[in-house]
């Protein structure tokens, strides 16, 4: 009867230490997975076009203004108990369309547009700094495939073809090098939100949710 007690005294306290590590899993885990999406803050080219804006305003120029992101979608995978690699896809756009006001009697308004498109696909590594539950602070690299390009086009005739084709700037295959600084924070035990710092597609700043499976 001792030992039958016994034995299940020693199978009952290897199950509540199973439970209290499963519990106590860290928001980081050597072979889980993550996907993330985020949307980029902090954008100098963003800040170039509005300066334009701003001067040409001055000028009598009025000026519309879009953007799309940028956004980026990031797969992750730990390799190791604390370093994880991964792919991070990202994609931006911006356009300016400027309208200059007749004012030599033609008839006609000038236009000048400016678009902006960057893609990007970055192989990443990130160190994991903490153990928490819930927060996952991190470090890492990234090295990739970089697409940008700069057009503007104008229908005004001082505006020779020579002109635009100055500004007209393509960089269709660079080289990527990237480092970043973030966190995530899990509210669930596999739905959370993350920042970070880092290059995403024209933006140094970065906002989204994350989920790990």
Known sequence: MKKVVLVSAICMLAFSVKSI???????????????????GFISPFKTLFKISNAFGASSGV?????????????????????ISAGIQVAYGTLKNVQTEKDGMGTGKDYIVTQKMDQISAILRGNYHLGSSEKFDPYIGLGL?????????????????QADLAYYNISVPGALGITGQVGAKYYFSSSVGAYAELGYLAGSFAQLGLTVKF
């Open 21 to 39: 590590a499963q519990d106590g899993e860290g928001a980081y885990t050597q072979g889980t997975s993550s996907v993330s999406v985020g949307y």
């Open 144 to 160: 990739g495939y970089g697409n940008f390009k700069y057009k503007s086009t104008s229908n005004d005739p001082s505006d020779t």
């Open 62 to 82: 009025t000026a519309k203004f879009t953007s799309l992101g940028p956004v980026g979608l990031t797969y992750e995978y730990g390799i190791s108990p604390k």
